[in-house]
T-cell receptor
């Protein structure tokens, strides 16, 4: 079946540094990639939607200059958390769609900013 | 009120019990998804439904479009079924295949 590989699974970084999270669709073309954030015991919160080759669409309240999304190819999308702060500590997860109502989720990245 | 409501929020069962998790939604949808999230965080897509019923192993998912309701059933539950089960819908006319999620049901199956 369809697989999305997300890396890293865990990352600890110092406040003020940037962290890049990568999602690759391994055996299908991801025309659309969704990036979510999840706080403990909460549901998934959509941060942004990106289509290959175009700028990401950010949800209200999500800072596009802080959460940089790149979807340069049909198999790779990246989320960069810039100038990370402790409040950015969270679980980030991507989901890829090939446009046929199917979604494949990555395994998630737990970010801790110290 | 959330567009997608799940019940119960928490469910504890003994191994072997029959489990039902419910999902109600308030908008017209093109598809409903049941997802499973394990303690490590990774999410697995269990079912995608637009009508009727689907079965995969011990899991059964049903949907009633008229009543805007779906159920996920687990037969002969096992401790390895312990996870958060999430209902998500794609609205009719929704752009970009965006999903709306329920808050999830935490299932704990005790041996």
């Amino acid at each position: 079946g369809a697989v999305v590989s997300q890396h890293p699974s865990r990352v600890i970084c110092k406040s003020g540094t940037s962290v890049k999270i990568e999602c690759r669709s391994l055996d299908f073309q991801a025309t659309t990639m969704f990036w979510y954030r999840q706080f403990p015991k909460q549901s998934l919160m959509l941060m942004a939607t990106s289509n290959e080759g175009s700028k990401a669409t950010y949800e209200q309240g999500v800072e596009k200059d802080k959460f940089l999304i790149n979807h340069a190819s049909l198999t790779l999308s990246t989320l960069t958390v810039t100038s990370a702060h402790p409040e950015d500590s969270s679980f980030y997860i991507c989901s890829a769609s090939s446009g046929l109502d199917g979604y494949t989720f990555g395994s998630g990245t737990r970010l801790t900013v110290v | 009120k959330n567009e997608v409501e799940q019940s119960p929020q928490n469910l504890t069962a003994q191994e072997g019990e029959f489990i039902t998790i419910n999902c109600s939604y308030s908008v017209g949808i093109s598809a409903l998804h049941w997802l499973q999230q394990h303690p490590g965080g990774g999410i697995v897509s269990l079912f995608m439904l637009s009508s009727g019923k689907k079965k995969h192993g011990r899991l059964i998912a049903t949907i009633n479009i008229q009543e805007k309701h779906s159920s996920l059933h687990i037969t002969a539950s096992h401790p390895r079924d312990s996870a958060v089960y999430i209902c998500a819908v794609r609205s009719l006319g929704g752009s970009n295949y965006k999903l709306t999620f329920g808050k999830g049901t935490l299932l704990t199956v005790n041996p």
